[in-house]
């Protein structure tokens, strides 16, 4: 089914995370100052939807609403103009969706 998978990340930011095994998705570093970058890894191209919402579920940004080519990505996550806080960062494919807490501090 279609769930939504909230990671919980509480430690070093100078610490690489991989979020997940199946979806090939780093998020680092988090808690974050002003910038993070997403890594992930695509196994064919698909469809791609990134978006950051506030913790009520408001719209921040969106990063991608494309197709994308196999292979690796970096996204620049820019949270400078935000206030501290949690955020959502959502990562959706054609095979699979994940939602992972940001903290800006």
Known sequence: GEGVFIA????NPDAIFKITDDANL???PNPIQNIATLE???GKNQNV???LFD???RLI???ANETQSEGLHKLTINLANLSSGVY???FKT???QKSMELIKE
Request: hydrophobic share 45%; no cysteine; charged share 20%.
């Open 40 to 42: 992930y890894r695509l």
């Open 55 to 57: 913790v009520s579920g």
């Open 26 to 28: 780093f998020i680092y």
């Open 8 to 11: 919980k990340l509480n430690v």
């Open 61 to 63: 940004q969106a990063y």
């Open 94 to 96: 054609d095979d699979l």
């Open 88 to 90: 959502i960062l959502n």
């Open 49 to 51: 939807y990134i978006r």
